[in-house]
């Protein structure tokens, strides 16, 4: 299974975002992005469940837009 940094990493690459789009997204700061994604920190659950949102937002977005 992905970890969550992997795969805000990975996703965040595909749609084009930089950390600090992201940073705005989560309310957090950019530096808070980079942290998450090297895992040398593990989000608060607030935190994880904005970005599980954001994550399957995107998730549905690149799945449609490869149908087309």
Do not use: Y
Not at 15 to 42: D, F, P, Y
Request: with cysteine; hydrophobic share 35%.
């Amino acid at each position: 299974m992905e970890s969550i940094g992997k795969r805000l990493k990975r996703l965040r690459k595909l749609m084009g975002l930089s950390q600090k789009e992201v940073a705005k997204l989560v309310n957090v700061q950019r530096e808070t992005i980079s942290r998450w994604e090297r895992e040398s920190h593990v989000p608060q659950q607030i935190c994880v469940d904005k970005l599980e949102e954001i994550l399957r937002n995107w998730e549905t977005l690149i799945g449609m837009s490869n149908k087309f």
